[in-house]
């Protein structure tokens, strides 16, 4: 008997939940598909395909895509299974490619019956997205990076699956300025991004830290830019590099090592989109080349220091020189880069120089530039005209609308949707990446019990992105992106914990669509991808277990704590009296008032009588002082 799990029409992505289990079949409830992102419709049955070592794939040997989609499938579940499925023009996986050339070419139908598996689409990358579907049929430790067996063998339950993406842009940014990752390691996240969907990734290849791209005109790039003195204390407070210090930490990509990660992302269907970030976030471009300075370059790469207003790190606008590095800098990288966008920053650009250089005053007079704001837009339409040279688009951050939006520009709104909304407005394209939705480098739970960074981006928050505000054309929105910030991310393994789960919320959001969020559900499916995270060795965050503490004061001043949870599954638990919370301690249930001299507040979770959040420690005088920020009203409690 068929379970429908859900059902959606493919365009409009309406969900409507019809789950009529199978009585006798209850328990193979447990082996219910966990897929992330959720596809657009997909019926279910009880019985299985079960793969073996005499499974075979099937395809047109000829077509080269084809084959490139079986090999990645079979590395994946060598891995895990000891054995490889030979490969032949018919097969019990079949790869069909349909005769449709309108449909959606990352669409794809997925059946799995006593025919075996189907996977259908009008391109290859359809037939990817459906492999990847795919995958995520098999049991969890079909991840896993050594020889596994699961408890029922090497199930695949039948299925009927038709899927789509709602958004064409699904991206995930990774700064490798501020932290430096190899290329292996940019793969493994390429790998990991699209194993989720998601199809463009942004890398953010230079900035104030670090240049990391081969320039072959410009050779100190590299030589100079790439390299600081190493330092792994706190953001802005480290010390900066001193004289005669060995500048031994960083590195940076040959182009032939970025021609190795194109056609790495190409076979996984992931575009690349290079960022080269100016006028501003430019310190390592000035240590290397100093004559781009307006009025005097810094010496030494930022290591981490604080340098804003004090360091120059801004192109001189006024200064030909800056344009002609440009286009140097911007001939290679379209030369190198095959996708349609090039991103050229924009971001926080310091004017304060701009403001006091000769240069940039002239230029300003010249061109009838009222303002340093004007003589931003003033650079990003030159960008712009030797990118469009090129055959090139332009993506900018959103404050590249101030002083004037470039005819052509493509938007990535960050500070919030605003810049998005504006730009999509005035009929510009925009790819949404609001940071308290999209920000991977926030805190992700109670702050004390996570790595240092800054403000929060809760799992929820990214759950509840949606790239399209009201009253803007959606047309005009090309997606959103997830953007990984490196200042504290020391390591690769770190990187992870700060991408995952948020990025399953972004993915499930950028391909399943918006209309029918079931967040009870998605953390079930989480769960089940932590299990296959922990099987393929991969790095992930459990702060959505963790409580959430909200100190608060009432209309007349008294001090109260709410106590909350992401999950609606969770007890917590609590003490004030310096010992450790368990479930024999008091349970939350209402806004707690600190007892007199109580110095410590300590909470724990607890799911199904075991704990499952950490224990969370927090000076009562350190909340008092945070409840001074919110104030509620009595009938709010
Ligand atoms: C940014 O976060 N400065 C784009
Ligand atoms: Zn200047």
Redesign the pocket.
Known sequence: MKKLIHLAALAGASLILLASCNDANNASLSTTPSLIPLPQAVTLSDQYFMLTPSTTIGYDTNNKELAAIAGILNSKMKNATGFTCSEKATGDIRFVLLDTPTANAESYQLTVDNDGVEIAAAQPAGIFYGMQTLLQLLPTEINSTTVATPAAGWEIPYTDIKDAPQFKHRGMMLDVSRHWFTKEEVMAYIDQMATYKMNVFHWHLTDDQGWRIEIKSLPRLTEMGAFRAPRVGQWWQREPQQPGEATTYGGYYTQEDIKEVLAYAAARYVRVIPEIDVPGHALAILVAYPEMACIKAPKTINVGEKFYGIDENSLCAGNEASFEFMEKVLTEVAALFPDEYIHIGG??CYKGFWAKCPKCKKRMQAEGLKSTHELQSYFIRRMETILKAKGKKLIG?DEIHEGGLAPEATVMS?RGMQGGITAAKSGHHVIMTPNNNCYLDLYQGERSVEPDTYSMCRLTDSYNFNPIPEGVDPEMILGGQGNL?TESVPHFRHAEYMTWPRGWALAEVLWSGTDNKDWNGFVKRVENHFERADYAKINYARSMYNAIINPFRTENGDVRIELASELSDLAIYYTFDNTDPDSYTPQYKAPLTIPKDATWLRVVTYRDGKPIGKVITLKTADLIKQSAGSVRKVGNL
Request: charged residues 40%; aromatic residues 60%.
């Open positions: 971001d926080e951050w960050w910030w």
